[in-house]
């Protein structure tokens, strides 16, 4: 997205690129298919298919294993965020209430029924895996941060059932969380080898310096995803509020968003320069803490500029 000829916004990290991206995003595609996930007309497809791609450029130093997970998590994410967002049940309090209960029961450690729907199989699917590579410190603090992502969820899902327009400041308290960018960073733990006593994970440092480059995330999502977000009639985003509080035009409303988005980038980078105060060996992993949230931003920017599912239909 552009303006003036320039990019309405910038990252001052250099991309990357995972050297297995490519068969690990077929990979991707075809667990989808295999757990069943997948829409089933083409046009829906081609909106799908490039997870693999993403993940690549997020975890560029993961394993082979470790991302084949990220990526299939990712896919799960964004096909899960659909049905909530694009179809009838995002508006259905209910339905979504009962499909969380389920997922919530797989994260504390339940089997998937038979007649679960294929979402609540292919998340067991994941926690499996992920059991395997991860520390139970890890997999817990995981499990833990998906289920708040789906309590945000029924937040957002409140506000479509009501036709509820919430506040700017109340949608930027819960932004953090609907976008299920914490479980994700959870998943730098992993592929970067962070190792860090509880002690330190939750220093308020740290936890700030998290919660700015997620709201860097979040923020652009809603500026890329925002032609996607008005198709659908859905105001779960902050250009849209931005422009209803202020009563501004949509433009004003879109330069004020990536205004808040660069806040939050310098807001990051002073944090971040701050977290080197810290002695070795923690230094390290911090250092290998914010290079994962420096992929995760730039990647999010690339991906969501080029990715099928935020073109028009």
């Not at 994410?77 to 979504?96: I, K, W």
């Not at 592929?191 to 006593?197: E, G, R, Y």
């Not at 433009?251 to 701050?274: F, G, K, Q």
């Amino acid at each position: 997205m552009e303006t003036n000829g320039r990019p309405l916004l910038s990252y001052p990290f250099p991309p990357a690129l995972h050297p297995l991206a490519e068969p690990i995003n077929r990979a991707t595609i075809d667990w989808t298919h295999r757990v069943g996930i997948m829409p089933t007309e083409p046009a829906a497809q081609r909106r799908h298919e490039e997870y693999g791609w993403f993940g690549g450029r997020i975890y560029p130093t993961a394993s082979e294993e470790q991302l084949d997970l990220a990526s299939c998590f990712l896919a799960w994410l964004f096909l899960a965020d659909d049905q909530l967002d694009e179809t009838l049940l995002g508006r259905e309090t209910t339905q979504v209430a009962h499909l969380h209960t389920r997922f919530d029961s797989i994260l504390g450690g339940a089997h998937a029924r038979p007649d679960d729907v294929p979402l609540v199989h292919a998340l067991e699917d994941i926690l499996v895996r992920l059991a395997k590579l991860a520390s139970a410190p890890l997999l817990e603090r995981f499990c833990r941060d998906v289920s708040a992502y789906f309590e945000a969820n029924r937040w957002e899902c409140e506000n479509r059932r009501r036709h509820n327009v919430p506040c700017v400041a109340e949608y930027v308290a819960m932004r953090p969380f609907t976008g299920a960018v914490i479980p994700c960073f959870d998943l730098i733990y992993l592929t970067n080898q962070v190792d860090l006593p509880e002690r330190l994970h939750a220093h308020p440092l740290v936890q700030a310096t998290q919660l700015a480059a997620n709201r860097v995330i979040c923020y652009s999502n809603d500026i890329l995803s925002l032609g996607k977000e008005i198709r659908h009639g859905d105001v779960n985003n902050l250009v849209i509020l931005i422009q209803h509080e202020q009563r501004c035009s949509l433009n004003d409303a879109l330069h004020r968003a990536a205004a808040l988005h660069d806040a939050e980038l310098a807001t990051y980078l002073s944090l971040e320069r701050s977290l080197t105060a810290f002695e070795e060996p923690v230094a390290s992993h911090l250092a290998r803490l914010t290079a994962g949230l420096r992929s995760w931003m730039r990647a999010n920017g690339d991906w969501s500029e080029r990715a099928a599912r935020y073109k028009d239909d």
